[in-house]
């Protein structure tokens, strides 16, 4: 059982940054993949990226050059660093975890991102 808690969403400017955290606890395993989804009110929900456990990350084309995951294995966590936000980002952030060895996914609360004026 892996508990999944996103934290950093508020509301920030066009043009600002934001960064976001995801914090996992519980059965957790050296062998995952942490993925970032969004879905805007009104919108399907959207895959933003991911980082496996080697560092490796991929990103949507909406966010490349803009976004950034990075994790810590010791302290499992991950962070999404948004930077150039703009009011199209404006969505529920969440982060799921995906463990390769046992295939189990969960899934966080998610958290509000808002970029307006």
């Known amino acids: 059982q892996v508990q999944l808690v996103e934290s950093g969403g508020g509301l920030v400017q066009p043009g600002g940054f934001l960064r976001l955290s995801c914090a996992a606890s519980g059965s957790i395993s050296s062998t995952n993949i942490i993925n970032w989804y969004r879905q805007a009110p009104g919108e399907e929900r959207e895959w933003v990226g991911d980082?496996?456990?080697?560092?490796?990350?991929n990103y949507a084309d909406s966010v490349k050059g803009r976004f950034t995951i990075s994790r810590d294995n010791a302290k499992n966590t991950v962070a999404l660093q948004m930077n150039s936000l703009k009011p199209e980002d404006t969505a529920v952030y969440y982060c799921?975890?995906?463990?390769?060895?046992?295939?189990?996914?969960?899934w966080g609360q998610g958290t509000q991102v808002t970029v307006s004026s």
């Open positions: 980082i496996y456990s080697s560092g490796n990350t």
């Open positions: 799921t975890y995906h463990d390769l060895r046992t295939g189990k996914h969960y």
